[in-house]
């Protein structure tokens, strides 16, 4: 299984209870799946975390996104046709969407067409929760894959499904 990650993924493990400077093991267990080819981070997903804010806390992750290595191994080379967005637009938001519902969206439709690619061997992983009441440009990640038949889960089944501890290495 290959499991593409939303930028949430890494900020909320980071901000929330892995802290970079605090479990370096979960970052250097995350960098190794990368390597080995099972996580990896559409470009798309990268782009919203890679520009830094300032912030001290939200710096240390910045340095390890953009580090030469973790971004060559976590972000995915492979590049999703337009096509493919504008169906999981249409089909698991809304076929009329306006442009302010676009930019509320953001770029979550290209990591659910990256993992429509293979959805047999492709998860999402995202911390968004679902909420199937939500409609259009509300609805949420698990929810639009849901219908589109891509599989999801959140960090917590991503750790268990990739054994992560800190003596992973052991």
Partial sequence: MLYLLDAN??????????????????????LHHAQ???????????EEIKDGT??????RLLGWVKDGKVKDALVL????????VQHVLAQGYAPDLNDIELERIGRDPFLIAYALLAPAERCVVSNEVS?????????RIPDVCRVLGAA???????????????????
């Fill in 9 to 30: 993924v890494l900020i909320t493990a980071h901000n929330d209870y892995y802290p970079v400077n605090r479990v370096p093991e979960f970052w250097d267990w995350l």
């Fill in 131 to 139: 909420a199937p009441g939500k409609q259009r440009a509300n609805r």
């Fill in 36 to 46: 080995e080819g099972h996580v990896k981070m559409p470009l798309e997903m990268y």
């Fill in 77 to 84: 080379s492979e590049e999703v046709r337009i096509e493919d």
């Fill in 54 to 59: 300032g912030d001290t806390e939200k710096d």
């Fill in 152 to 170: 999801t889960c959140n960090t917590f089944a991503l750790v268990k499904a990739l054994d992560f501890s800190t003596g992973w290495r052991g």
